[in-house]
């Protein structure tokens, strides 16, 4: 089975920086799709990037141009890269894989905390 193991997650201040990693076993994420989703206390789990086994990444409107994913695949982990940081990034962020062989199954990590706060 797969597992996600996320790390990264901190306390920073706003204008920060953070770079989130997750790393996968049981399952390749360069033959799949891969991602991060989050969620702040009181809203929707909301998707932030994607990428998929070609390599085309797409982000949420709110995170363009500070936020980049990316993948190792010699380390089969993708990372987050998080620039700019404002309050409002505020959340658990998750990451996922979406395999559709041999039946459609998403895995998800156990999610890593990231506080914007001055």
């Known amino acids: 089975q797969g597992r996600l193991v996320e790390s990264g997650g901190d306390l920073v201040q706003p204008g920060g920086s953070l770079r989130l990693s997750c790393a996968a076993s049981?399952?390749?994420?360069?033959?799949?799709?891969g991602g991060w989703y989050r969620q702040a206390p009181g809203k929707q789990r909301e998707m932030v990037a994607t990428?998929?086994?070609?390599?085309?990444?797409n982000y949420a409107a709110s995170v363009k141009g500070r936020f980049t994913i990316s993948r190792d695949n010699a380390k089969n982990t993708v990372y987050l890269q998080m620039n700019s940081l404002e309050p409002e990034d505020t959340a658990v962020y998750y990451c996922?894989?979406?395999?559709?062989?041999?039946?459609?199954?998403?895995?998800w990590g156990q999610g890593t905390q990231v506080t914007v706060s001055s």
């Open positions: 996922i894989v979406r395999a559709p062989l041999p039946a459609l199954t998403q895995y």
């Open positions: 990428i998929t086994r070609g390599g085309n990444t």
């Open positions: 049981g399952v390749i994420f360069s033959e799949n799709t």
